[in-house]
């Protein structure tokens, strides 16, 4: 009878900790962000997205100032739709750009901002128009075996 106290103990310390597992799961998977950050969206046209995701972060100097909210495709201009959730507290020119990069040789895609040098800033609603795709390995290859076979 002297077991009870300390068996809701241990149960309460393993849901917690199966919490914690699952929390940090969802953290690494980028399933879960928790941000109460202000945000403003933004639009780009990009010729292929890559395996870029709903979540992916956008950096800008390594720092994280905004996530892809939405990923969709334009059947008037034939490109992917890109729609980004970028922070308040940072404010970028209108004619910045955007690449879709990679974390290290295999790594998760992300869009990295590069600010421009207009004086009005981006305001919700606006689109980039100056954007440059994803480098999809497999077309790289493609080509440096084809120039290889043209030059023999």
Known sequence: MGHGKSDVWVGLFVMLGVAALVFLALQSANLLT???QNTYRVTA?????????PRSA???G???VGRVADIGFDDQ???ATVALDMQTRYKFPRDS???ILTSGLLGEQYVGIEAGADDADLANGDQITSTQSAVVLENLI??????TAAGD
């Open 34 to 36: 928790l941000n109460w």
């Open 45 to 53: 046209y990009f010729d292929n997205v890559g395996g870029l995701k």
């Open 58 to 60: 956008v950096r800008s």
């Open 62 to 64: 390594g720092v994280v």
């Open 77 to 79: 201009r034939y490109q």
């Open 97 to 99: 750009s955007l690449k």
């Open 142 to 147: 493609s080509r440096f075996l084809f120039d």
